[in-house]
């Protein structure tokens, strides 16, 4: 961890120490300083009020604070790039599976406790006589040195279902086992069609998150294996090429593409706004026109293409190589210089045509 960090971490300790309260830095940080992984997101727990450590970081470091509804939540922007979320201790009850939870205030076990899995409930203190110290009271150390996914009771996958989707994510990011009690728990709660009780938007969310991983192939190969992908798209079809691809935009290209004919029925059930769909359609519509593009090919849909058929045929992929104007400088108009431009479009993607002379001769020889 950057030094600069470390002392930002350690001055909201003394903060919290001065304001009489407790804080830790938990979850994914904490899980991530064991392993040796820097992270730049933390999340900071504190038993009590969590306002003055807000006010404290936006005074001291001019932080950007967006505050949320929900149970003295914020997340604090430094400009040093640190981001840290500051959550009040809480319990969590779940009064209907899959519904959001009620909260109250808690310690600081209870709010380990709540968590997903053993991994993910550690906490790191930041109280200046203790900095860095460990807080373990469920075995996070063994689940993170020995590298498994555990949950932390039997009713986990019940109360928050979207944790399926996160067992995966995390086991194949860092190439983790899940533990057979959990495993079991897992199989048990896709049988029993947990996933039903979250909207379509959180599973499609989830998925979404999956291949936000730099290495999504392994977690949606595992996710397929335990039948969770089926919730969101049935048979979804799956190929390790996706883990050379950076954005989710490209992934989704990707996967479109890789699903033939349903290409456009994935996308739709992925329930995403338009502009994240851009580069998907723009490839899922030129395979379906079967013909050139009257506008070229993004050097991204190009990239997509290329990777899900490497030996495509050059001149599949340009763009028609008329233009309106041209085809109207021949005298054609109206409906018939559309319908010319559109046999075109289909003879060049044919390979019939490969350059403009040959494009003006197929018009001249197919006349009116
Ligand atoms: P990442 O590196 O992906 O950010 P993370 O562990 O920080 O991993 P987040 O989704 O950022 O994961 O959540 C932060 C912490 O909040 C987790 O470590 C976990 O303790 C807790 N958490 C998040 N989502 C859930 C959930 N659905 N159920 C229980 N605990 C959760
Ligand atoms: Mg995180």
Same mark, same amino acid.
């Given at each position: 961890?950057?030094?600069?960090?470390?002392?930002?971490?350690?001055?909201?300790?003394?903060?919290?120490?001065?304001?009489?309260?407790?804080? &830790?830095? #938990?979850?994914?940080?904490?899980?991530?300083?064991?392993?040796?992984? /820097?992270?730049?997101?933390?999340?900071?727990?504190?038993?009590?009020?969590? *306002?003055?450590?807000?006010?404290?970081? +936006?005074?001291?470091?001019?932080?950007?604070? #967006?505050?949320?509804?929900?149970? +003295?939540?914020?997340?604090?922007?430094?400009?040093?790039?640190?981001?840290?979320?500051?959550?009040?201790?809480?319990?969590?009850? $779940?009064?209907?599976?899959?519904?959001?939870?009620?909260?109250?205030?808690?310690?600081?076990?209870?709010?380990?406790?709540?968590?997903?899995?053993?991994?993910?409930?550690?906490?790191?203190? =930041?109280?200046?006589?203790?900095?860095?110290?460990?807080?373990?009271?469920?075995?996070?150390?063994?689940?993170?040195?020995? !590298?498994?996914?555990?949950?932390?009771?039997? @009713? *986990?996958?019940?109360?928050?279902?979207?944790?399926?989707?996160?067992?995966?994510?995390?086991?194949?990011?860092?190439?983790? *086992?899940?533990?057979?009690?959990?495993?079991?728990?897992?199989?048990?709660?896709?049988?029993?069609?947990?996933?039903?009780?979250?909207?379509?938007?959180?599973?499609?969310?989830?998925?979404?998150?999956?291949?936000?991983?730099?290495?999504?192939?392994?977690?949606?190969?595992?996710?397929?294996? $335990?039948?969770?992908?089926?919730?969101?798209?049935? !048979?979804?079809?799956?190929?390790?090429?996706?883990?050379?691809?950076?954005?989710?935009?490209?992934?989704?290209? $990707?996967?479109?593409?890789?699903?033939?004919?349903?290409?456009?029925?994935?996308?739709?059930?992925?329930?995403?706004?338009?502009?994240?769909?851009?580069?998907?359609?723009?490839?899922?519509? &030129?395979?379906?026109?079967?013909?050139?593009?009257?506008?070229?090919?993004?050097? /991204?849909?190009?990239?997509?293409?290329?990777?899900? @058929?490497?030996? =495509?045929? !050059?001149?599949?992929?340009?763009?028609?190589?008329?233009?309106?104007?041209?085809? /109207?400088?021949?005298?054609?108009?109206?409906?018939?210089?559309?319908?010319?431009?559109?046999?075109?479009?289909?003879?060049?993607?044919? !390979?019939?045509?490969?350059?403009?002379?040959?494009?003006?001769?197929?018009?001249?020889?197919?006349?009116?």
């Amino acid at each position: 961890m950057k030094q600069i960090h470390k002392r930002i971490l350690k001055e909201i300790g003394l903060k919290a120490r001065e304001s009489d309260l407790k804080a &830790w830095a #938990v979850g994914g940080f904490a899980r991530d300083t064991l392993i040796g992984k /820097n992270t730049e997101d933390i999340d900071i727990c504190v038993e009590g009020d969590t *306002s003055p450590l807000i006010k404290f970081c +936006a005074e001291k470091y001019g932080a950007d604070v #967006v505050r949320f509804n929900d149970f +003295a939540t914020a997340r604090v922007n430094l400009s040093c790039g640190l981001k840290l979320d500051f959550v009040r201790c809480r319990a969590e009850v $779940y009064d209907k599976p899959g519904a959001l939870p009620k909260v109250r205030p808690a310690g600081l076990k209870e709010d380990l406790f709540r968590r997903d899995f053993t991994a993910n409930a550690l906490a790191l203190s =930041i109280m200046p006589d203790e900095f860095f110290k460990e807080y373990d009271f469920f075995n996070s150390e063994e689940a993170v040195l020995k !590298g498994y996914i555990k949950v932390l009771h039997d @009713k *986990s996958f019940l109360d928050d279902p979207t944790r399926l989707f996160r067992a995966v994510r995390f086991a194949a990011r860092f190439n983790w *086992s899940i533990e057979t009690s959990t495993e079991r728990l897992m199989r048990e709660a896709v049988e029993k069609g947990y996933v039903n009780f979250i909207s379509r938007q959180r599973a499609a969310h989830e998925f979404i998150k999956i291949l936000a991983e730099s290495r999504p192939y392994q977690a949606l190969k595992c996710a397929a294996e $335990y039948k969770l992908v089926d919730f969101v798209f049935t !048979g979804l079809k799956l190929n390790p090429k996706i883990n050379n691809l950076k954005t989710i935009e490209e992934k989704l290209a $990707y996967l479109s593409l890789l699903q033939g004919e349903r290409g456009f029925e994935f996308l739709d059930s992925l329930l995403l706004p338009k502009k994240d769909t851009a580069l998907a359609l723009e490839t899922l519509k &030129w395979r379906k026109s079967k013909a050139a593009p009257s506008k070229p090919l993004s050097k /991204n849909a190009l990239r997509i293409i290329r990777l899900y @058929k490497p030996d =495509i045929e !050059g001149f599949k992929l340009k763009p028609l190589l008329l233009s309106a104007a041209d085809l /109207n400088e021949l005298g054609y108009e109206g409906p018939a210089l559309g319908a010319k431009l559109k046999a075109l479009a289909k003879a060049q993607y044919a !390979g019939k045509i490969k350059t403009r002379r040959a494009a003006f001769l197929y018009v001249k020889k197919t006349g009116f």
